[in-house]
């Protein structure tokens, strides 16, 4: 075996674990804390979660408070750093994730990319645009699919528009 062959099997491992209701109930509480740590340490240019896929620090204002709040996210980088996609799948667990009620009430943010803070504009996808970007991200990240599986909820996405 090769040795992309074996980071393929390690690949396939992570996702495998990743799909799991036990990886549900503990990553939100550890993968977002790392992240930032990792995050902060490295200046912006690394996240832990940054080495399975392409991440990026999101800030928004929260829904109800408007204190800006931030948090570490996978994402899907679109149009050469122009866009990025955010799927809101709160690791298969019943409800949207806060981050999204966030971005509905208040669209205008910040992403720290690679280390470089870019202001955005979320737009909440729907219909054959999100059906679209759905399968682009399953794509990316196939335990996505297994977390739709999960809930009875549409898993919200949004596309992040570079102003």
Same mark, same amino acid.
């Given at each position: 075996?090769t040795?992309?062959?074996?980071?393929?099997?390690?690949?396939?491992?992570?996702?495998?674990?990743?799909?799991?209701?036990?990886?549900?109930?503990?990553?939100?509480?550890?993968?977002?804390?790392? /992240?930032?740590?990792?995050?902060?340490?490295?200046?912006?240019?690394?996240?832990?979660?940054?080495?399975?896929?392409?991440?990026?620090?999101?800030?928004?204002?929260?829904?109800?408070?408007?204190?800006?709040?931030?948090?570490?996210?996978?994402?899907?980088?679109? /149009?050469?750093?122009?866009?990025?996609?955010?799927?809101?799948?709160?690791?298969?667990?019943?409800?949207h994730? /806060?981050?999204?009620?966030?971005l509905?009430a208040?669209? /205008?943010?910040?992403?720290?990319w690679?280390?470089t803070?870019?202001?955005?504009?979320?737009?909440?996808?729907?219909?054959e645009?999100?059906?679209?970007a759905?399968?682009?991200?399953?794509?990316?990240?196939?335990p996505?699919?297994?977390y739709?599986?999960?809930?009875?909820?549409?898993?919200?996405?949004f596309?992040?528009?570079?102003?």
């Open positions: 075996m040795g992309g062959g074996k980071a393929g099997v390690g690949l396939r491992a992570v996702q495998k674990v990743s799909s799991t209701r036990g990886f549900a109930k503990v990553a939100p509480h550890l993968l977002p804390v790392l /992240d930032r740590g990792v995050h902060r340490l490295t200046r912006g240019r690394l996240m832990l979660s940054g080495l399975l896929l392409p991440s990026l620090v999101l800030t928004a204002k929260g829904a109800r408070s408007g204190r800006e709040r931030r948090t570490p996210l996978a994402c899907l980088p679109e /149009d050469g750093g122009r866009s990025w996609l955010l799927v809101g799948t709160n690791y298969g667990r019943p409800g994730p /806060d981050w999204t009620a966030n509905r208040h669209p /205008d943010a910040v992403i720290n690679r280390g803070d870019i202001p955005v504009t979320a737009l909440l996808l729907a219909g645009e999100r059906a679209a759905w399968r682009a991200l399953v794509g990316l990240w196939p996505y699919a297994v739709q599986g999960r809930v009875e909820r549409e898993i919200r996405v596309r992040l528009v570079r102003k």
